[in-house]
């Protein structure tokens, strides 16, 4: 199993802004699809966004344009920036690898980490 560990999730605002880390294993992201989800209580887990081994990335329509998904490939980290947060994005948030094709469905990838809280108010 690939081994990821997210951290940044925090308390804030509506309006504000947080931004989600992921670290990895240095070789996952050249073979791997890499993505962020994330679950309510009660509700299944939702993808994000997704990137691809060539930095392609998609984003759900109810984050499209406030959040924005990268990687530093010297760090081994990926990040999820999150602008104008909303009280609907409080979730807990969680990074996945799998293999292509990159979809932001969860079945379709087999390596998480142990997510991380984000609650808006």
């Known amino acids: 199993d690939v081994q990821l560990v997210e951290s940044g999730g925090n308390s804030v605002q509506a309006g504000g802004s947080l931004r989600l880390s992921c670290a990895f294993p240095?070789?996952?992201?050249?073979?791997?699809?890499m993505a962020w989800f994330r679950q309510v209580p009660g509700k299944e887990r939702e993808g994000v966004a997704t990137?691809?081994?060539?930095?392609?990335?998609r984003y759900a329509d109810s984050v499209k344009g406030r959040f924005t998904f990268s990687r530093d490939n010297a760090k081994n980290t990926l990040y999820l920036q999150m602008n104008s947060l909303e009280p609907e994005d409080t979730a807990m948030y969680y990074c996945a690898a799998g293999d292509p094709p990159c979809m932001r469905v969860p079945g379709t990838y087999k390596n998480w980490g142990q997510g991380t809280q984000v609650t808006v108010s």
């Open positions: 990137i691809d081994r060539n930095g392609n990335t």
């Open positions: 240095s070789f996952v992201y050249s073979w791997h699809c």
